[in-house]
């Protein structure tokens, strides 16, 4: 039973793995063709010419995820512990914008944010803001995107872990004479952690990685990396380049998961999830 997934994983994901790992060390181009030349040096020029777009992507997908636990948690405590028997209803009421195409998601919210829209330009026209504020092409912008569009990554894990928490132990806490506070971080923080730590990761890694957010909501200073890998393999047809920069990217990505894993403690996550 396991042969048809291992053989889709093997057609889409390793073989394709394989070939841009093998295009990430050739020189050449689109013309003359591409050689096999073992060259190394296609990942330390791409560290040199865009390690601040590295550096950015990174800060970016950081402050979305932040920004996504600190909406989705609340949201989700409350879906799992009041809504009752309506959870179906908001879970799906939570989904429902995300059956709409990612991009177009994205676009909408150029629309929002438009200096003149109608949001900025309604508070322009009460003289609530001034006529040069502007939010379109800044940081703010991207990672309110990011955050909108990644949100859902980090409510449902939040939301599964939180939803399996036995009611008894909330109320033996209460029996203890635990406040509020206490019985949050005592006793529903850390078993909610495995939601939390699957969510941080499904909303950090895509978030970093993620290229039509700064596309369509950023600037010139707003670029990340995903935007010059897209450029190098559909504008510039480098594709050494391209791929040299996708792994680079994928490297530091598993690094930044197995540090984070490391500092929460894997080993208490899944002690938690296990209860």
């Known amino acids: 039973m396991v042969l048809p997934g291992g053989l889709w994983l093997l057609a889409f994901f390793a073989v394709p793995l394989v070939l841009m790992a093998s295009f990430s060390l050739m020189t050449g181009n689109v013309v ?7 060259r190394w040096r296609n990942y330390t020029e791409g560290l040199e010419l865009y390690g601040d777009k590295f550096v950015r992507s ?4 950081l402050l979305a995820t932040v920004a996504c636990l600190l909406l989705a948690y609340p949201a ?4 799992a512990f009041r809504a009752g028997r309506r959870k179906s209803v908001y879970l799906l009421l939570l989904l429902l914008p995300f059956f709409v195409s990612f991009v177009l998601r994205t676009v909408s919210w150029k629309f929002v944010l438009a200096d003149n829209g109608i949001v900025l330009g309604t508070l322009k026209g009460w003289g609530v803001l001034p006529d040069g504020f502007h939010v379109l092409g800044t940081t703010f ?3 309110a995107g990011l955050t909108y569009n990644f949100l859902p990554f980090m409510a449902l894990p939040i ?4 939803e399996r928490l036995d009611p008894r132990m909330l109320e033996a806490a209460r029996d203890l004479y635990a406040s509020r506070a206490q019985t949050f971080l005592r006793v529903v ?8 730590f699957a969510g941080a990761i499904m909303t950090f890694v895509p978030a970093s990685a993620d290229y039509v957010n700064a596309e369509v909501l950023g600037g010139t200073e707003n670029v990340m990396i995903g935007n010059i890998i897209w450029t190098e393999y559909f504008v510039n047809n480098d594709y050494p380049t391209a791929s040299a920069l996708s792994f680079t990217l994928m490297a530091i990505l598993l690094a930044g998961v197995f540090l ?5 403690g894997t080993e208490d996550v899944l002690e938690a999830a296990r209860r």
């Open 189 to 196: 923080l850390p078993l909610s952690l495995p939601g939390v």
């Open 58 to 61: 990174l800060w970016y997908g």
């Open 260 to 264: 984070y894993a490391r500092a929460l």
């Open 32 to 38: 003359d063709g591409f050689d096999q030349v073992l």
């Open 159 to 162: 939301y599964v872990a939180l």
């Open 141 to 143: 912008a991207v990672v």
């Open 76 to 79: 989700a405590a409350w879906i």
